[in-house]
């Protein structure tokens, strides 16, 4: 049974910093693209930052210099450090992994990830 599971989120002020975790089970992290996508109210589900089974970053233009994707492999833990957050990073993140080895990383749909988390509420102001 797949599963990712979120945490570390929270209300932050301007300018401040956060560090979202996302614990796998059932599955390896270093095989497979992981991404994190975020969502605020009204508006659709956007990509955040992704990383390769390479360990190869992406990140969108919003939050690049921000923020850090990451992942421990020996922990199954896949992270994204936030920086100098901004009240238009207020969304709720959510983790997911695309579990096809031979597709780009990131894939441009975001329905070729597979599985996602519960999702963790982030709120700058």
């Known amino acids: 049974h797949v599963q990712l599971v979120e945490s570390g989120g929270g209300s932050v002020q301007a300018g401040g910093s956060l560090r979202l975790s996302c614990a796998a089970s059932g599955y390896r992290y270093a095989s497979y693209c992981m991404g994190w996508f975020r969502q605020a109210p009204g508006k659709e589900r956007e990509g955040v930052a992704f990383?390769?089974?390479?360990?190869?970053?992406t990140y969108a233009d919003s939050v690049k210099g921000r923020f850090t994707v990451s992942k421990d492999t020996a922990e199954n833990t896949l992270y994204l450090q936030m920086n100098s957050l901004k009240p238009e990073d207020t969304a709720t993140y959510y983790c997911?992994?695309?579990?096809?080895?031979?597709?780009?990383?990131?894939?441009?749909?975001?329905?070729?990830?597979?599985?996602w988390g519960q999702g963790t509420q982030v709120t700058v102001s």
């Open positions: 997911a992994a695309d579990f096809d080895p031979w597709r780009a990383c990131p894939s441009v749909n975001k329905a070729d990830f597979g599985i």
């Open positions: 990383i390769s089974s390479e360990g190869a970053p």
